[in-house]
């Protein structure tokens, strides 16, 4: 897919940061930079910047065979932390952030600049397509994990997933960056916080494309299921819209479903029925199961929890200049 993007009323195009936490990414980092490079956009409005959080692999090793800034966050573990600590190093008033984990089309950055020329979008959410669906774990997980389409349809209000986003640096100032201290959940938080507190509006830009390599491994669907939990037990604490997740209904529905999924699972195997259904029934079960232990981690106090819950005053962020 490539980006149609009418450039802006002034003819110059706005300098813009690509901001990339990653924290042992030996294995998908080469493709994702291998891609920024590839951009079609200015090099002398371009701005590429990996955030390392406290890497014990070869990670750093890479990112420095690469014409982009290898920048560090060794105080907090937190990708929220490191992306302040990214857009802490840079200038630029268009701030867009991708994963580690992700591959960008050239036109993206053409894309998500595009949709800032009106003057009341603070910021845009972009499209979020699988990688590879070669195996049934892959094709359960790219109709259920990161649709940003899904995203920006909340009915509360829309939010942007970080593994595709773009904000004006102005509205990022204004309300104090990321809260680090919500160590899943927070692009919901930021972009809430974004509309609530400034006024201006998320809008969606199609044409801003990233793929992004999903799990491969049921250990790996469990632990981000684990983790979705945990943010949304992180995010009842500040919004009423999450408030029913961390009682003790919502670990009863988890047991019962994953139960239920599993059983499901199980017949189909028996009768060797065709087609991906039983596989779906068993990730279903993988799924509750790793919701389940996320909301128990929760409960029995082993998260580290924001210090404080008040609706902009967000915790653990740093913006001074590097």
């Not at 955030?51 to 290898?70: C, F, Q």
């Not at 990161?146 to 004006?168: D, G, K, M």
């Not at 604490?237 to 003790?248: G, I, K, L, Q």
């Amino acid at each position: 897919m490539s980006a149609t993007v009418m450039p802006p009323r002034d003819g110059v195009l706005p300098k813009v940061a690509v901001i990339v936490p990653v924290y042992n990414g030996e294995d998908t980092i080469t493709d994702c930079i291998e891609s920024l490079v590839k951009l079609d956009y200015p090099h002398d409005a371009l701005d590429l910047i990996v955030v390392d959080n406290r890497s014990t692999d070869r990670t750093r090793e890479i990112v420095a065979r690469y014409p982009v800034r290898l920048v560090t966050e060794d105080d907090v573990q937190s990708s929220y932390a490191a992306r302040n600590r990214g857009v802490a190093s840079t200038d630029a008033p268009i701030l867009a952030f991708t994963d580690a984990d992700c591959v960008v089309e050239r036109g993206w950055v053409r894309a998500l600049a595009g949709a800032f020329r009106s003057q009341d979008v603070g910021g845009v959410a972009g499209t979020i397509h699988a990688a590879r669906t070669g195996t049934a774990i892959e094709r359960y997980q790219a109709g259920r994990c990161i649709v940003a389409e899904r995203a920006f349809a909340h009915p509360v209000l829309p939010f942007a997933q970080t593994a595709n986003a773009a904000y004006r640096r102005s509205a990022f100032e204004r309300i104090g960056g990321f809260d680090a201290s919500i160590i899943y959940g927070g692009d919901l938080d930021f972009s809430w916080r974004m509309q609530r507190e400034t006024g201006l509006r998320l809008v969606y830009e199609a044409c801003a494309l990233v793929w992004h390599q999903h799990r491969s491994s049921t250990r790996g669907l469990f632990h981000l299921y684990a983790k979705n939990a945990i943010g949304n037990c992180l995010l009842a604490e500040r919004y009423d819209h999450y408030a029913s997740f961390p009682t003790v209904r919502t670990l009863l529905y988890l047991t019962r479903e994953a139960s239920h999924s599993g059983l499901r699972a199980a017949r189909s195997a028996i009768r060797r029925s065709p087609g991906g259904n039983g596989d779906d029934h068993y990730y279903d079960a993988v799924r509750f199961a790793g919701a389940a232990w996320g909301w128990l981690r929760f409960r029995t106090g082993r998260v580290r929890r924001p210090t404080k819950v008040c609706r902009g005053e967000p915790t653990g962020v740093r913006l001074q200049r590097a």
